[in-house]
C-alpha cells in the first residue's frame, strides 16, 4: 500500500511524540524537553529525550532517534504501514487508499477481522498444547534430553501434540468450524468411500513437540512440530503450519518476537536454520537467534531483521546444501547491504550444529567463530569467482560476468564502489572500465519521482547565473541559519521578504533548501521537524539537510530552547552575519573592477555605506 508522502507529513505534524512515547516510557519534564530511561537499552540513569518542539526522540546513549511512526515501528515491531494506520486511527484520521474501491475497502476490512479470529484460535490451541507438555512424561523427557530447561519452554510457549486423530475436538467443541482448516490446524480431504463426498477431519499436529510461531507482535499465527522419536513414523520429522490468511514461511522468523530485545542489546542477530536451533541457542548464551522456517531466506526476512538491528550472521552447515543456502541468503541480502550495516555468513563443520557445536566446544569458542564469520564481500567474490580459472582470459571474463548479477544489486555507496575495484583487480580490467561494459555510472541521479523539488525549479534561467557564490563563511551563516529553521519552521515568517530573497539567491544545496523551506511554509505552514524530514525524502539536498539535523540533535538541550525568545534573536544574529559575509563578498568583487569601470566607484560606495549600516546594527545587537 502507497500511502501519498503530504498524508505522511500531515500525520507528523498533528501527532504529538511526547503523547506516543509516553505511553511505554516514563517521562520527565527536564528544560524544554522529557527524559526517561531509553527501552532500546539497558541503563541506570535517565539519556532518552523527547523533543516537542521538533517531533523526535533521540538517545544520547545508544544513538536510536526517529519519530513517531519510527517510534511504533521499533518499540511496538510494527512494520511502516501499520505504524501509520495505527497513529492515524489515535488521531482520527483517514488513511488515503487513492487506487481501492469501496468494495476492496470492504474486503480489506474482512480480512483484517478474519485475521484477528484466526489469531485467536492459534492462541487457544497453543494454550492447550502447554497444557498437554505437563500432562505427558514422555515429552517432558524428550525436551530434557534435548538440553532444554522449563525456563525456556516457558519463554518460547513449548506445547505437545497428543497422539490421535481428533485430540482438537475437546478443545473447539465444533470440529466443523471451518476456521480449524483455515488456520492449518485440521486437514480437511474429501473420504472417497463416502458417497456423500463428505470432508474426512483430522489434526495436523500429532505426537509432536509444538512450537509456537509468533509475529512481531507476540501472536500466534502458526506452529512447528518435532516428531519425539529420531525418525519420523507419521510424517517429516518437522512440519510447519502450511500458509494461511496470518501465516507466511517467506516473511516470517521463528524466535524473533522473543529476540527483539536481546538484537538490541547484543547488537546482532543470529539466523539458524531450524527452531530447535532457536530455543536451543536461547539457553545456552545466544538470545538473538532466529531462524527462517522451512524456506531458504528471502528479501523479506532481511528487510525484517534490519527494522531490529543493523548486524545480520547467517548461519549455515559447511556442506554443499549449506552452501547453496548460503548463496541464497546472499541474493536477498544484497539490496539491503548499505554502508553501515553488516552481513556476514558463518559456515559451521558439517558435523556440527549451533547447539551442539557449543555443547562440545563452549559458548566463547562459538562467539569467536561468529566474530570471524565471512564478511558479505569476501563471499560475493568466492561466489563469483566459483568455477572460474582467473590464470585465463576466459575465466577472468566468466568471473566479470558472474560478478554483474551481485554487484549491480548492491545499493550506492562506498562498499559498491570498492567491490568494483576489488573485482577489476581480479578480473585484471581497469575500474572504470568494467564500469562501462556493465553500463553502470558511479554515479546515482538524484530521484526526481515523487515531488521531488528539483535543483532550480520555478527559477528563471536568466537568474540562475546570478545565484551568490558560497564560500566557507558564506556556508557555516547558511548551515546555521538552516539549523534553526528546519528545528522550527515558525521562524521562517520572521524574517524579511527581502531575507527570504538572499537565502533563495544562494547557490547549491543550500539555495535549494531555502527554496524548499518557503514551498513548504506556503503550502503547509510550520511543521515539526519530524515532519519536514519526511519531506526531505528523494530531495537533492537531502544529504546536506540530514547532517545539519544530525548534529543538531546530538547537542544537549542548551539555552536558546530553554527561552523561546532566544530562536529569534539567534536568527537574526546568524541573518546579519550572512549578510555581511555576502557583501563583503559582493565588495570584492567590485573592487577587482578595472578602474576605468565608470560604475566601480558608486557601487563601492552603496556597498560600504551599507556595510558600516550592519556592523553598527550588529554591534548594538550584541549583548552587554
Known amino acids: ?14 501527532a504529538d511524540v511526547v503523547e506516543i512515547v509516553g505511553r511505554y516510557v516514563q517521562l520527565k519534564k527536564g528544560g524544554a524537553n522529557y527524559m526517561g530511561l531509553c527501552p532500546f537499552h539497558g541503563e541506570k540513569s535517565p539519556s532518552f529525550s523527547v523533543s516537542p518542539t521538533k517531533q523526535f526522540y533521540h538517545c544520547f546513549g545508544c544513538g536510536k532517534n526517529g519519530n513517531a511512526i519510527g517510534f511504533l515501528m521499533e518499540h511496538a515491531g510494527m512494520n511502516f504501514v501499520e505504524a501509520v494506520k495505527d497513529l492515524a486511527q489515535q488521531y482520527g484520521m483517514q488513511v488515503p487508499e487513492e487506487d481501492a474501491s469501496p468494495q476492496d475497502r470492504a474486503r480489506a476490512a474482512q480480512q483484517r477481522e478474519r485475521q484477528a479470529t484466526l489469531t485467536e484460535v492459534l492462541e487457544k490451541a497453543g494454550e492447550a498444547y502447554r497444557k498437554h507438555l505437563k500432562q505427558s512424561p514422555r515429552a517432558v523427557e524428550y525436551l530434557k534430553g534435548r538440553g532444554l530447561s522449563g525456563e525456556v519452554a516457558r519463554q518460547f510457549g513449548l506445547g505437545y501434540a497428543p497422539d490421535g486423530w481428533h485430540g482438537l475436538a475437546s478443545v473447539f467443541p465444533d470440529y466443523a468450524d471451518p476456521l480449524l482448516v483455515e488456520s492449518g490446524l485440521v486437514i480437511a480431504n474429501e473420504d472417497p468411500s463416502s458417497g456423500s463426498g463428505q470432508a474426512k477431519r483430522y489434526d495436523r499436529f500429532r505426537d509432536r513437540v509444538m512450537f509456537p510461531i509468533r509475529n512481531v507482535k507476540g501472536e500466534c499465527i502458526g506452529f512447528g512440530g518435532r516428531v519425539l522419536s529420531g525418525a519420523a513414523a507419521d510424517g517429516p520429522k518437522y512440519l510447519n503450519s502450511p500458509e ?6 517467506g516473511r516470517e522468523l521463528y524466535g524473533l518476537f522473543e529476540a527483539r530485545n536481546a538484537l538490541r542489546e547484543l547488537g546482532y542477530v543470529l539466523v539458524t536454520e531450524g527452531y530447535m536451533d532457536v530455543v536451543a541457542l536461547a539457553q545456552l548464551g545466544f538470545p538473538n537467534s532466529v531462524a527462517t522456517l522451512g524456506t531458504a531466506c528471502t528479501a523479506d526476512h532481511v528487510q525484517k531483521l534490519f527494522r531490529f538491528t543493523d548486524s545480520v550472521v547467517f548461519s549455515f552447515d559447511g556442506d554443499a546444501a549449506g552452501r547453496r543456502a548460503a548463496r541464497k541468503a546472499l541474493d536477498a541480502a544484497l539490496p539491503y547491504a548499505t554502508d553501515v550495516r553488516s552481513i556476514k555468513f558463518l559456515f559451521l563443520p558439517p558435523e556440527h550444529d549451533p547447539d551442539s557445536y557449543i555443547r562440545e566446544f563452549g559458548r566463547e569458542a562459538f562467539s569467536r567463530y561468529v566474530s570471524e564469520a565471512t564478511p558479505l564481500s569476501r563471499f560475493l567474490l568466492e561466489a563469483a569467482r566459483e568455477g572460474c580459472d582467473l590464470a585465463t582470459a576466459e575465466g577472468r571474463a566468466h568471473m566479470a560476468a558472474n560478478s554483474r548479477p551481485l554487484w549491480t544489486q548492491l545499493p550506492e555507496g562506498a562498499l559498491r564502489r570498492q567491490l568494483l575495484g576489488q573485482i577489476a583487480e581480479l578480473v585484471q580490467i581497469e575500474a572504470r572500465e568494467l564500469a562501462a561494459l556493465w ?3 558511479g554515479n ?8 521531488a523539488f528539483r535543483r532550480g525549479a520555478g527559477q528563471p534561467v536568466a537568474n540562475r547565473s546570478r545565484r551568490l557564490g558560497i564560500r566557507p563563511s ?8 538552516a539549523r534553526l529553521l528546519l528545528g522550527n519552521s515558525a521562524l521562517w515568517e520572521v524574517l524579511s521578504s527581502g531575507e527570504h530573497e538572499l537565502l533563495c539567491a544562494l547557490e547549491g544545496d543550500f539555495g535549494d533548501l531555502f527554496r524548499w523551506i518557503d514551498m513548504q511554509a506556503h503550502e503547509h505552514g510550520p511543521q515539526p521537524l519530524a515532519a519536514l524530514a519526511v519531506g526531505l525524502e528523494g530531495q537533492p539536498f537531502e544529504a546536506v539537510a540530514r547532517r545539519i ?21 539567534d536568527l537574526h544574529s546568524a541573518m546579519l552575519k550572512l549578510q555581511l559575509d555576502v557583501l563583503d563578498q559582493e565588495l570584492r568583487r567590485v573592487q577587482a573592477l578595472p578602474s576605468t569601470d565608470p560604475g566601480r566607484i558608486a557601487q563601492e560606495e552603496k556597498l560600504i555605506r551599507r556595510q558600516f549600516a550592519l556592523k553598527k546594527q550588529q554591534t548594538l545587537e550584541k549583548p552587554q
Do not use: C, H, W, Y
Open 1 to 14: 500500500m502507497a500511502i501519498p508522502q503530504s498524508f505522511i507529513q500531515e500525520l507528523l505534524a498533528r
Open 439 to 441: 553500463g553502470a555510472s
Open 444 to 451: 546515482q541521479p538524484a530521484r526526481a519521482a515523487g515531488g
Open 244 to 249: 494461511t490468511p496470518v501465516f507466511s514461511k
Open 549 to 569: 539535523i544530525e548534529l543538531d540533535s546530538l547537542q544537549p538541550s542548551g539555552r536558546m530552547v530553554e527561552d523561546p525568545e532566544m530562536p529569534v534573536a
Open 474 to 481: 558564506i556556508e557555516a551563516s547558511a548551515s546555521n541559519i
